[in-house]
C-alpha cells in the first residue's frame, strides 16, 4: 500500500454516462495528479494540482473535468466519453521539496468505454 | 524541456541471471531520477531515486542504479533476477529546478523472467 487509494478500482460505462473517479491521501502531501495509462503508449499526464489549485492541465479534453476540494481529496468527473478513452487512469500524491518531488500512486482506476 | 528513452521496450533473462535496463534522459536543469516498477494490474511503485547526491543509488529488492552525468545514463541493474521482478519498469526524470512538479515517464520496459 502506498497511502494513495482509488476508487473504483474497475469501472466500466456508456458513452452517454456520468461517472466520477476518486483518489485520496492521508500522507500530507501537497500535490496531486490524474496519469493516463493506455496500452502501449507511455504515461501521459493530464492534470496537476498544487495547493488545490490546478497548475498544469496537458491539453485534455473538456470531456474530462477534474476537481481537488482539499489536498487529500482530487476527482476526474466523465463525461461523453469515447472508446479510446478507455484505459488505466492513475493517481499519484508528491511533497515538493528540495532533492527531488517523487511521487506516490494509487493502484489505478481500470476504464472502460463502451 | 525534461525527456526519458528506455532503449527497450522488453528484455529476458533466465532466472539468477543479471538484469539491466536502460535509460537515457535529457534535462536542462539538474534532474531527478527515478526507478518506478508496475506489476500486473497494480499502481506504480518507486524502486529507488537519484537526486544530485551518491550516484550509485541502492533501492528495493535488490536494485540498483547510476547516475552517469557524461553519459546521460540512469540504466538499472540487479545481479541475480528472481521470477518476481517480471513486471513493467519505468524510468522517471523531474526537473526541480524548474519548479515544474509533475513526472515526466519513459515509454516502460516489460521484463520477462525465465524459469
Known amino acids: 500500500e502506498t497511502g494513495v487509494t482509488q476508487t473504483p478500482r474497475h469501472l466500466v460505462m456508456g458513452m452517454t454516462n456520468k461517472k466520477s473517479l476518486k483518489c485520496e491521501q492521508h500522507?500530507?502531501?501537497?500535490?496531486m495528479y490524474w496519469y493516463k495509462q493506455s496500452a502501449k503508449k507511455p504515461l501521459e499526464l493530464m492534470f496537476v494540482y498544487s495547493l488545490e489549485e490546478r497548475v498544469e492541465n496537458n491539453s485534455v479534453p473538456s470531456r474530462f473535468s477534474p476537481e481537488c476540494p482539499n489536498s487529500s481529496h482530487l476527482f476526474l468527473h466523465l463525461h461523453t466519453l469515447q472508446p479510446e478513452d478507455s484505459a488505466l487512469y492513475l493517481c499519484?500524491?508528491?511533497?515538493?521539496?528540495?532533492?527531488?518531488?517523487?511521487?506516490?500512486f494509487g493502484q489505478g482506476t481500470r476504464l472502460t468505454v463502451v | 524541456a525534461q525527456s526519458v528513452t528506455q532503449l527497450d521496450s522488453h528484455v529476458s533473462v533466465s532466472e539468477g541471471t543479471p538484469v539491466l535496463l536502460r535509460c537515457n534522459y535529457s534535462s536542462s536543469y539538474s534532474p531527478s531520477l527515478f526507478w518506478y516498477v508496475q506489476h500486473p494490474n497494480k499502481g506504480l511503485q518507486l524502486l529507488l531515486k537519484y537526486t544530485s547526491a551518491a550516484t550509485l543509488v541502492k533501492g528495493i529488492n535488490g536494485f540498483e542504479a547510476e547516475f552517469k552525468k557524461s553519459e546521460t545514463s540512469f540504466h538499472l541493474t540487479k545481479p541475480s533476477a528472481h521470477m518476481s521482478d517480471a513486471a513493467e519498469y519505468f524510468c522517471?526524470?523531474?526537473?526541480?529546478?524548474?519548479?515544474?512538479?509533475?513526472?515526466?515517464f519513459g515509454s516502460g520496459t516489460r521484463l520477462q523472467v525465465q524459469p
Open positions: 500522507l500530507g502531501h501537497n500535490a
Open positions: 522517471v526524470v523531474s526537473e526541480v529546478d524548474t519548479g515544474r512538479r509533475a513526472l515526466t
Open positions: 499519484a500524491s508528491s511533497l515538493t521539496q528540495e532533492g527531488g518531488t517523487e511521487a506516490f
